[in-house]
């Protein structure tokens, strides 16, 4: 029971949230009194089904070549050839955290131009933290006994890292990767400000227009998806989690 509830509870803001994007004249009147006479309550310069597909789908480009890129240097820090650049490779991905989303796209147009590609660039570098602490983490970690047990059934290198610490460090892994996606779907709404298809197109548009019910339906949209995709990878560790528990 008492997973049961919080359970429908995602089912029911999934379900509101599509119906939300597919019809959002339908919640016109619980929108209608935070705007102002004759002003519209529903977004309609666009659509928020095609802004919530386009600001995904940046998010999961960006996300998928910073995992690549992160995953990718945590496992060579990790290995005894790659140890020493264990300091390079920490100051790299802390680029991203010492530049604002907003100045690394200010710095991104003159050189890439406006569209998704500014904003790719913020989000890939603002990802790569997190990813590539959780990686180093769980693959430095793992229990002595069990790579050594690899390693003396005459294991290669490189299967023992595929058969046997990757997987069991992936838990650890997918944690980071939950981190850095929820915080890109949040960062990715000023990537409108470039003329990146995102949901800050709605954001935008309310504070330009004065109007309260553009900013709450781009926020909450974000929201939701954070909170839904939040719980699938956190929901997804676990179960990967308990796997590696059984190994």
Known sequence: MKRLLPNLLRLAALLVLIAFLVQPALFEPL?????????????NQGSLLSLTLSHLATVFAATLAATVVAVGLAILVTRPIGAEFLPLSRSLVNIGQTFPPVAVLALAVPAVGFGEKPTL??????????????????????????????RGTG???????????????????????????????????????????????VIIAGLQSN????????????????VLIYDGFSALERVLSRRAGRV
């Not at 929108?31 to 977004?43: E, M, T």
């Not at 490189?158 to 650890?172: G, S």
């Not at 781009?218 to 998806?225: I, K, M, N, P």
């Open 121 to 150: 660039i913020a989000l890939f570098l603002y990802g790569l933290l997190p990813i590539f602490e959780n990686a180093m983490t769980g693959l430095s970690t793992l229990p002595p006994a069990v790579t050594e047990a690899a």
């Open 155 to 201: 294991m290669t290198a490189w299967q023992r890292l595929t058969r046997v610490e990757l997987p069991l460090a992936l838990p650890v892994i997918l944690a980071g990767i939950r981190l850095s996606v929820v915080i890109s779907l949040a960062t990715a709404t000023i990537g409108s400000t470039v003329a990146a298809k995102t949901l800050g197109e």
């Open 31 to 43: 929108l209608k009194p935070l705007v102002q006479a004759n002003a519209p309550a529903v977004y």
């Open 211 to 226: 109007n309260l019910a553009f900013v709450l339906q781009g926020g909450l949209v974000v929201a939701v998806l954070a």
